[in-house]
């Protein structure tokens, strides 16, 4: 970053004397004033909840444009990344900052591919889960438990620690979200095959069963490995937040992904897609597009309570570029499978469009999101709605932990400690119970 010829002044009302605040300007986006000497100079904090306002870091990873819908991964539009590369090629270029030529592309794969095996103890962990469990409750516990095999690489302030960590993660989510699959389902676990693409790898080990040879469908491996690059990540959103604050305190990368795990299960963010598919059933049930405009009435009564799920986004103040390219996946997946038909796509383009005309989400800007086409590709290719956001946790994987080897990577950075507006009792003393 650097320093901008503009400052920022504060002053104020009281007759407090007025500070002068520095202005720092990125390569793209909005210039940020340097408030770290504000508690020093003034005594007081800034107030932000929500961060609406706030830069919590400097990155060079992703770059969103909000009112222009764009998203960038070291500067290349998602729209170029997600039709002319892979997810393999993706994370090679968010982990390293640059996309791999034929060679490093094939050494890099096959790292990650020979990095697929979990330990084998580490199966007696689901074991403790009901068969019900949902799997994001399993993966964060799994993710977790991955810290108690490598010891030989958690300290995160060594890079080679951090690399391999980084390539550890990212081979073994498919592995660990599959197993969760397998142990709801009450199948045997399937092992990775060397063989095969990082997404054909996750679907024989999701549907393929020791009783006969699986071939993997090119067409549902292309799409699943479209819906890894559009996940892969963005921004500081929040869990990547939540991964870069666990970070901070020098834990291990294991423990701050599962962090990262645990926040994105939120309906407000990576469970969006479960929720949302869910929302589509539920329409259906109720008379499907006849249904519509009641359901649209409930979303516009603030005391509903509820959301169109899939829509609305903090930063994205116009389409989302990446439920473009989902919406795109979608049709090309369905028409595939001779399901043109699919009464939930049909539903949810519906939705779409009445939503894109009503004036309560033009005039509040909100759009359809990532998550609001990747729940019905998903059911199409034949994974259940509850591993939606596990299949979002893996593919952002590869995000959380560049995001994370950015910051330690950082001689600057510090342990994140915010601190807050105090509106509680002012001190007072302890009565004996009997005076209470
Ligand atoms: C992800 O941050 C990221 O980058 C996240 C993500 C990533 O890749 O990491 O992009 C992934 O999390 C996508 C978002 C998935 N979540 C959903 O689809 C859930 C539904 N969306 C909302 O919960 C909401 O839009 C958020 C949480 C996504 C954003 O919320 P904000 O920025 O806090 O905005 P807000 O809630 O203040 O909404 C502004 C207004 C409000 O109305 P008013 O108070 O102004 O009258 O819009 C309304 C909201 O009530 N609103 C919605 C709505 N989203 C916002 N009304 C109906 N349906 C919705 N979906």
Redesign the pocket.
């Known amino acids: 970053m650097k320093l901008a010829d503009n400052k920022a002044t504060l002053s104020f009302s009281n007759g407090s004397p007025s500070i002068d605040l520095p202005v720092y300007q990125g390569s793209v986006g909005p210039d940020v004033v340097d408030i770290r000497k504000l508690y020093a100079q003034t005594g007081m904090f800034t107030y932000d909840p929500?961060f609406?306002s706030t830069a919590s870091c400097q990155s060079a990873i992703t770059y969103?444009d909000g009112d222009k819908g764009e998203l960038l991964y070291r500067g290349y539009p998602i729209e170029q990344l997600a039709t002319q590369c892979d997810f393999m090629e993706t994370c090679h270029l968010l982990l390293y900052g640059n996309l791999p030529d034929a060679s490093a592309k094939a050494k890099f794969t096959s790292r990650v591919t020979h990095h697929t095996m979990v330990n084998e103890q580490m199966q007696f962990f689901l074991r403790g889960f009901r068969r019900d469990a949902h799997p994001m409750a399993i993966l964060t516990g799994l993710v977790g438990a991955l810290s108690a095999f490598y010891h030989d690489s958690t300290d995160i302030s060594n890079p080679e620690h951090r690399d391999i960590s980084a390539i550890r993660l990212i081979a073994k989510m498919p592995t660990l979200v599959a197993m969760a699959y397998k142990y709801s389902a009450g199948q045997p676990y399937m092992y990775p095959k060397n063989h095969l693409s990082y997404a054909g790898n996750f679907l024989h080990m999701m549907f393929a069963t020791p009783c006969e040879d699986y071939v993997v469908n090119p067409v549902i491996e292309h799409a699943l490995d479209r819906i890894f690059v559009l996940?892969a990540?963005?921004?500081?959103?929040?869990?990547?937040s939540t991964v870069r604050l666990c970070g901070s305190s020098g834990t291990n990368p294991f423990a701050a992904i599962a962090a990262g795990v645990a926040c994105?299960w939120g309906?407000?963010?990576?469970?969006?897609?479960e929720?949302?598919l869910t929302m589509l059933e539920d329409i259906q049930k109720m008379g499907g597009i006849a249904k519509v405009g009641h359901f649209m009435e409930q979303?516009?009564d603030?005391n509903s309570g509820?959301?169109?799920?899939?829509?609305?986004?903090?930063?994205?103040k116009n389409y989302?570029p990446?439920a473009k390219l989902m919406q795109e996946t979608c049709k090309e997946v369905l028409a595939a499978l001779g399901l043109e038909n699919d009464p939930l796509f049909k539903l949810a383009m519906a939705l779409e469009k009445i939503a894109l005309e009503d004036d309560?989400?033009v005039s509040?800007?909100?759009y359809p999101?990532?998550?609001?086409y990747s729940g019905i590709v998903q059911r199409a290719i034949g994974i259940p709605v509850s591993l939606f956001t596990a299949i979002?946790a893996l593919a952002?994987t590869v995000?959380w932990i560049a995001q994370l080897n950015e910051m330690i990577g950082d001689p600057e950075y510090k342990i994140g400690r915010p601190r807050q507006l105090f509106t509680g009792s002012v001190e007072r003393d302890v009565l004996p119970i009997s005076q209470r």
């Open positions: 929500g609406m969103i996940h990540d963005h921004e500081q959103n929040a869990s990547t994105l309906p407000a963010h990576g469970g969006a897609n929720a949302c979303v516009k603030k509820v959301k169109l799920m899939g829509f609305g986004h903090r930063v994205y989302d990446r309560y989400f509040r800007k909100l999101n990532v998550d609001f979002f952002r995000g």
